[in-house]
């Protein structure tokens, strides 16, 4: 490769994105082996519990929509993936939420962490979006019944004709393929931002001067 | 048939009268407020428990 060509090789774009992505993430901080010390709490552990529950809620849910309805409802297998897939949405809301009060209690956004707390607080209201719509896809009379209520309220603010919760195949659709597809990007942005500026450390007690509520992790860019 | 196949799958019958509990204008489910009192006792032990190894 001659100079000419190194040089167009540097301004190419994947070779600016490779840039980047070192820059703002290096191995070492992607995929760190030790965590600073305050993280040796109980209350640090809800946020991957959120989504070991996550991947259990997408595994059994990858089962029932190869399956369908039918064997969801009928056959003894179908019936404990259809459980499995529920109660794991619940623990993985019981966890999220546990998760959230955690980080609204030490004001998580501090050291320029505001997207990473934006990104978590969207994350937990597309999830209330897949959920409600995984109620809707249940081809029962409960989920009959949830969309027969939840029309009514959907209409009054003007977009039933857009989002139509008696429409069981746009609410499937909805529940396997878009919302899932946006809490898996959502979240996979969260824990990257997370790896880039480090984990929150707890609020500093009073006597401390009020300037130390950044991380003490040493970053790259000095923040 | 099918309702006895899912109470033994689920080990817990969900298919019985649902309880509300009620103060005054307030009014929540049973099975809520006790997955909100689990979450909220789950928090404070989070933080009173001392994690395992955290001393050394």
């Known amino acids: 490769m001659t100079t000419t060509e190194r040089g167009a090789a540097k301004r190419s774009w994947t070779a600016g994105l490779r840039r980047a992505g070192m820059q703002a993430l290096p191995p070492e901080r992607l995929l760190p082996d030790e965590q600073p010390v305050y993280v040796a709490s109980w209350v640090y552990v809800f946020g991957v519990l959120t989504i070991a529950a996550l991947v259990i809620v997408i595994g059994s849910g990858v089962v029932l929509a190869l399956k369908g309805p039918t064997w969801w409802h009928v056959s003894s297998v179908g019936l404990f993936f259809n459980s499995v897939h529920v109660w794991s949405v619940e623990l993985f809301f019981f966890f999220m939420v546990v998760h959230l009060w955690a980080k609204f209690f030490m004001a998580a956004w501090r050291g320029r962490r505001a997207l990473t707390w934006v990104t978590g607080a969207v994350s937990f209201v597309v999830s209330i979006g897949a959920a409600f719509t995984g109620y809707l896809s249940q081809q029962n009379f409960a989920s009959q019944w949830i969309a027969s209520q939840a029309k009514d309220g959907l209409n009054s603010v003007g977009i039933g004709a857009f989002f139509n919760v008696l429409d069981f195949g746009q609410m499937f659709t909805w529940h396997v393929v878009l919302l899932p597809l946006g809490i898996v990007v959502l979240v996979v942005a969260h824990v990257l931002l997370v790896r880039k500026h480090g984990v929150v450390p707890p609020l500093p007690i009073r006597s401390e001067p009020a300037t130390q509520t950044t991380a003490p992790v040493p970053e790259r860019d000095g923040r | ?56």
């Open chain 2, 1 to 56: 048939m099918m309702v006895g196949t899912f109470d033994t799958i689920l080990a817990v019958g969900l298919n019985g009268k649902t309880y509300y509990i009620h103060w005054g204008w307030f009014q929540i489910s049973a099975a809520n407020l006790v997955v909100i009192v689990m979450m909220v006792l789950v928090f404070v032990l989070a933080i009173v428990v001392p994690f395992p190894g955290r001393r050394r």
